[in-house]
Structures are given as C-alpha cells and as structure tokens.
C-alpha cells in the first residue's frame, strides 16, 4: 500500500523552529521528486518546497527562503522539512506529496501534478 506519513507538526512560539518529517512506504522515494505543500484556513494549498531526484537541486516559495531547508535521505525513504524563524502566517497543515519521474528546476513544484499525498500534519504558530 503507497503511503506518505508526516509528522513533527505542533504548537510553536513565533520565532521558533520545528522539523517536519515525511516516510514513505510501499514505493521507494528514490524514482520520485518530493514536495511540502501547506495549506491555511480559507486559503488555497500552496507549495512551500521541493526537492529534485535527479540532482538534488531544491526549491523555495519566495514566503520561506532561508528559513526553510527541505532534504531527503533516499536511504531512510523519508524526506525533511526544517522550519526556522516561523511566523504566524506559516501556520497551516503541510502536506508532503511525491510525484514519479525524475524532475528538476521548479516547475514540476506544483499541487495538481503530484502522484501521492500524504494526510498533513498541522503547524501552529503562536504565542
């Protein structure tokens, strides 16, 4: 059965930090490019980040550049979101989605092309 688990979401003061974690399991997260995608009350889901299966290669919403770092260990099947300096306006459930191929640049960083996704786990950000 293919699934994508995260956790490590929670209550945080502003300011703080928190590490998502997404395990895949059922398919091998190697043949596949990672996104987190996050989704307030009211709001669209939005993409936050994703990481490339061919080179490694990252990208960032422009909301999270250098505060965010997300990485992958193929070998753990697992792929991290490292959150620093949150802000009130980073609450929202993120979601970890995968799509099959190998990607890199951008522009495969997008909600309506993933192939799986995961149930979310909520971040809170406030004092």
């Known amino acids: 059965q293919v699934q994508l688990v995260e956790s490590g979401g929670g209550l945080v003061q502003p300011g703080g930090s928190v590490r998502l974690s997404c395990v895949a399991s059922?398919?091998?997260?190697?043949?596949?490019?990672i996104g987190w995608f996050r989704q307030a009350p009211g709001k669209e889901r939005e993409g936050v980040s994703c990481?490339?299966?061919?080179?490694?290669?990252?990208y960032y919403a422009n909301s999270v550049k250098g505060r965010f770092t997300i990485s992958r260990d193929n070998a753990k099947n697992t792929v991290y979101l490292q959150m620093n300096s949150l802000k009130p306006e980073d609450a929202a459930r993120y979601y970890c989605?995968?799509?099959?191929?190998?990607?890199?640049?951008?522009?495969?960083?997008?909600?309506?092309?993933?192939?799986?996704w995961g149930k979310g786990t909520l971040v809170t950000v406030s004092s």
């Open positions: 989605a995968a799509i099959h191929g190998y990607y890199t640049g951008s522009a495969y960083c997008r909600a309506d092309g993933m192939d799986y």
């Open positions: 059922g398919f091998n997260l190697e043949y596949y490019a």
């Open positions: 990481i490339s299966n061919s080179d490694g290669s990252t």
